[in-house]
């Protein structure tokens, strides 16, 4: 009797022992989950950021495109009228100023797009890991619970995955 009783109390422990690793499973998966919809949170945001600046480019290059037409428009004006050598360098060394400066600017633009481009990367590939290692801390987790489970009873077979075991 006293084996019986022992072998009771010694199963609702081994029980109770997995519903308490069980919820603490649980509970580091949601917090992980609630980590993960953060992350995705803030990549949306990095990706918001990213066609702004995507359109402040389409923006600058207009511009660009738009200096670069009224540097050909200045240099055919000097060509069609007799200015004096220095008024001649004058304005070409302020159109290639203004030039540069926009290509300046669209220099900036390119390289802010290039970091936020290698940051939303690199979140992406943390949030890929952080899904990888839950799914396999899931995996262990079944396979700690079916190590311990008795396979002669139908709900642990099916639980395992083993519908077939000792029958």
Do not use: H, W
């Amino acid at each position: 009797m006293k084996v019986v009783v022992f072998l009771v109390v010694l199963s609702f422990g081994t029980v109770g022992f997995m519903v308490f690793q069980t919820a603490r499973q649980e509970y580091n998966l949601r917090k992980m989950t609630t980590g993960l919809e953060e992350s995705l949170a803030q990549l949306k945001q990095k990706e918001s950021a990213i066609a702004e600046v995507k359109v402040k480019v389409v923006q600058i290059k207009k511009s660009v495109e738009n200096a670069n037409s009224k540097l050909e428009a200045l240099k055919k004006k000097q060509e069609g009228l007799q200015k004096s050598p220095e008024d001649l360098k004058k304005n070409l060394v302020t159109c290639r100023r203004e030039k540069d400066d926009f290509l300046k600017k669209n220099t900036e633009v390119t390289d802010a797009i290039t970091n936020l481009k290698a940051a939303q990367e690199e979140a992406r590939n943390q949030a890929e890991e952080e899904v990888s290692r839950l799914k396999q801390q899931i995996l262990d987790r079944d396979k700690t619970v079916c190590e311990y489970a008795d396979m002669t009873k139908i709900e642990a077979r099916n639980l395992c995955g083993n519908p077939q075991a000792a029958k």
